[in-house]
């Protein structure tokens, strides 16, 4: 891609289709005031002043995606309940399609619950299964990853670990992907974090790197992080690993170069949602060709920009490109 500037690639983003399968949820947030104790046991009694839904997990990422004027197409299993149906409710407002989603009597949609008083989280309540799919879910959401593959860009996992990327399934899709020549990027937790051999981007956070290299010590320097990294390459055959590390930034490790890029200061409100949005940002930019030092650095500031606000929110695409052009990341294309 013929890049000329910060305008161009977000231009550039416009026409991407983008292809999401993984976990689904639903968040619910209950807003209210603590006033008292309650006089039955030494928790606070919430007066609840409001609630709201919002789209969760591999919804989040097709939100933040259509936030930057991609297509997302979103595939994934829910439950044939009241939390299945308000989350498709939520996908038709925010104009989302819903063709790619399967669903299941047996298996419930998941939804996590928080009470918050102010901007203070005081509880979470989680409702979910993390069941693998039963092989006739498995066919039916591959049918339509499959349908859905052959428009796509770009191909993101994104696993929750609540059962719906099957080992199978994952290394159906990737070989789909590869015949395709389409990118498949990875945003992974523990139980399938060997799994994915064959993708194109790796991106977990600095945790699930030391649970998925079953590390005793824990890496504190960027040398030590580094090292870990070098020695995830070195046991897991993908094309690139981005390693966030919320204030200390990303690492990005290939076959050619490992960058570290530190992250900008931020007033941070809630770290919720960012590393959906930082997979977003690195998937579109992987699917323009985009080099990987201005990739971390755009995914960085992305990350960053959401962080300042309370919940899961979608990036706000001007405010990214407004930094974008700040921080200069022109000079990196």
Same mark, same amino acid.
């Given at each position: 891609?013929?890049? +000329?500037?910060?305008? $161009?690639?977000?231009? =550039?983003?416009?026409?991407?289709?983008?292809?999401?399968?993984?976990?689904? #949820?639903?968040?619910?947030?209950?807003?209210?005031?603590?006033?008292?104790?309650?006089?039955?046991?030494?928790?606070? *009694?919430?007066?609840?002043?409001?609630?709201? @839904? /919002?789209?969760?997990?591999?919804?989040?990422?097709?939100?933040?995606?259509?936030?930057?004027?991609?297509?997302?197409?979103?595939?994934?299993?829910?439950?044939?309940?009241? &939390?299945?149906? %308000?989350?498709?409710?939520? #996908?038709?407002?925010?104009?989302?399609?819903?063709?790619? *989603?399967?669903?299941?009597?047996?298996?419930? $949609?998941?939804?996590?619950?928080? *009470?918050?008083?102010?901007?203070?989280?005081?509880? /979470?309540?989680?409702?979910?299964?993390?069941?693998?799919?039963?092989?006739? &879910?498995?066919?039916?959401?591959?049918?339509?990853? @499959? &349908?859905?593959?052959?428009?796509?860009?770009?191909?993101?996992?994104?696993?929750?670990? %609540? =059962?719906?990327?099957?080992?199978?399934?994952?290394?159906?899709?990737? /070989?789909?992907?590869?015949?395709? %020549?389409?990118?498949?990027?990875?945003?992974?937790?523990?139980?399938? @974090?060997?799994?994915?051999?064959?993708?194109?981007? @790796?991106?977990?956070?600095?945790?699930?790197?030391?649970?998925?290299?079953?590390?005793?010590?824990?890496?504190? $320097?960027?040398?030590?992080?580094?090292?870990?990294?070098?020695?995830? +390459?070195?046991?897991?055959?993908?094309?690139?690993?981005?390693?966030?590390?919320?204030? %200390?930034?990303?690492?990005?490790?290939?076959?050619?170069?490992?960058?570290?890029?530190?992250?900008?200061?931020?007033?941070?409100?809630?770290?919720?949602?960012?590393?959906?949005? #930082?997979?977003?940002?690195?998937?579109?930019?992987?699917?323009?060709?985009? !080099?990987?030092?201005?990739?971390?650095?755009?995914?960085?500031?992305?990350? =960053?920009?959401?962080?300042?606000?309370?919940?899961?929110?979608? *990036?706000?695409? !001007? +405010?990214? #490109?407004?930094?974008?052009?700040?921080? &200069?990341?022109?000079?990196?294309?």
């Amino acid at each position: 891609m013929a890049v +000329k500037s910060i305008q $161009t690639i977000f231009e =550039g983003f416009r026409n991407i289709k983008a292809l999401i399968v993984g976990d689904v #949820m639903l968040d619910a947030y209950i807003w209210g005031d603590v006033s008292r104790i309650s006089p039955e046991a030494p928790v606070p *009694i919430i007066k609840t002043t409001g609630k709201e @839904f /919002r789209l969760g997990g591999a919804a989040n990422v097709a939100l933040n995606l259509k936030a930057l004027g991609a297509i997302p197409i979103l595939c994934a299993v829910i439950g044939a309940d009241y &939390e299945g149906d %308000k989350l498709l409710e939520r #996908m038709k407002v925010r104009k989302i399609s819903s063709s790619g *989603i399967v669903r299941s009597n047996p298996r419930p $949609t998941t939804i996590k619950t928080r *009470i918050l008083s102010g901007y203070q989280h005081i509880v /979470r309540m989680d409702s979910e299964t993390d069941v693998l799919l039963s092989a006739n &879910e498995e066919k039916a959401l591959l049918d339509k990853v @499959f &349908e859905s593959m052959t428009d796509a860009d770009v191909v993101i996992f994104e696993d929750y670990d %609540k =059962g719906t990327l099957t080992k199978s399934l994952i290394l159906k899709i990737i /070989r789909r992907a590869s015949e395709l %020549k389409v990118p498949t990027v990875v945003d992974p937790k523990i139980r399938n @974090f060997h799994n994915y051999n064959g993708s194109t981007v @790796f991106k977990p956070n600095l945790q699930e790197l030391v649970e998925g290299l079953n590390l005793t010590e824990y890496p504190e $320097t960027v040398n030590e992080i580094i090292g870990a990294v070098n020695q995830l +390459k070195d046991i897991i055959d993908v094309g690139e690993i981005f390693l966030t590390l919320a204030e %200390k930034g990303v690492i990005v490790k290939n076959n050619r170069e490992v960058i570290h890029i530190p992250a900008h200061v931020r007033t941070i409100s809630d770290v919720s949602g960012a590393g959906d949005t #930082m997979t977003c940002i690195i998937s579109l930019c992987k699917s323009l060709g985009l !080099n990987p030092t201005f990739t971390a650095e755009l995914a960085n500031i992305g990350g =960053g920009l959401v962080c300042e606000h309370v919940g899961v929110v979608p *990036i706000n695409r !001007n +405010k990214l #490109m407004e930094d974008a052009i700040k921080y &200069e990341l022109e000079k990196m294309l």
